[in-house]
């Protein structure tokens, strides 16, 4: 069973097994990251972080794209008033990063900017292979070139992407995700065993 919240310029689905899945919701401007989205962002994250039912956190987007970053009333800013403008703007995005469970992002379009940035914040992360990162060097890259630079985990043909990833975070929800996203993660990039015990 699947519960659906609806917030501003957010979809939030929660499954049974304590998946939750958001979707970043402002389509018609390629999922930017407003400020009413931003708001929503910073709210769920600090529900997610209390709530103990949650086991695995995926982050997609609506649409044909992941996420083209900030609008402009960021990016856009006076050089002396950006720094002081965009720092509460990324700390509130990656606090998805303070959650104890395990994150996976679901590349399924472009990701730029700070869309990409939040897509590398996460513990994993899964592309179509038609996708496109922009990186900050300029160069774009498809979801299927960006395994081989290890900037995700695996890509899968577009029409596949949410079915491999929903499958994959049922399975690492059936785990102890805290330990798994502590111990697991950390072992599984540093090629070393673990054990697991706990939540």
């Not at 039912?53 to 649409?63: E, H, M, N, P």
């Not at 992002?105 to 897509?119: S, T, V, Y």
């Not at 975070?169 to 697991?184: H, K, L, W």
Request: include cysteine; aromatic fraction near 6%; glycine fraction near 10%.
């Amino acid at each position: 069973m699947i519960a659906t919240d609806s917030r501003e310029h957010l979809q939030v689905e929660r499954a049974g097994n304590g998946v939750v899945t958001i979707r970043l919701d402002n389509p018609e401007r390629g999922n930017a990251m407003s400020a009413a989205m931003t708001a929503s962002w910073a709210a769920l994250m600090t529900e997610l972080r209390h709530d103990r039912s949650v086991r695995a956190v995926v982050v997609t987007g609506a649409g044909s794209a992941f996420s083209s970053g900030g609008e402009t009333v960021w990016t856009g800013a006076p050089p002396d008033d950006f720094g002081e403008r965009s720092a509460p703007f990324y700390r509130a995005w990656l606090a998805i990063r303070d959650l104890e469970v395990p994150t996976i992002a679901a590349i399924n379009g472009p990701a730029g900017g700070a869309g990409l940035c939040l897509a590398l914040a996460t513990d994993l992360r899964y592309a179509a292979e038609g996708a496109t990162l922009s990186l900050l060097t300029g160069r774009v890259v498809t979801g299927a070139e960006a395994v081989g630079l290890g900037l995700v985990n695996r890509a899968f043909p577009a029409a596949d992407l949410a079915a491999e990833v929903a499958a994959i975070a049922d399975s690492v929800a059936a785990c102890a995700p805290i330990p798994t996203r502590r111990q697991g993660l950390p072992a599984a990039r540093e090629k070393r065993a673990t054990t697991f015990a706990g939540r």
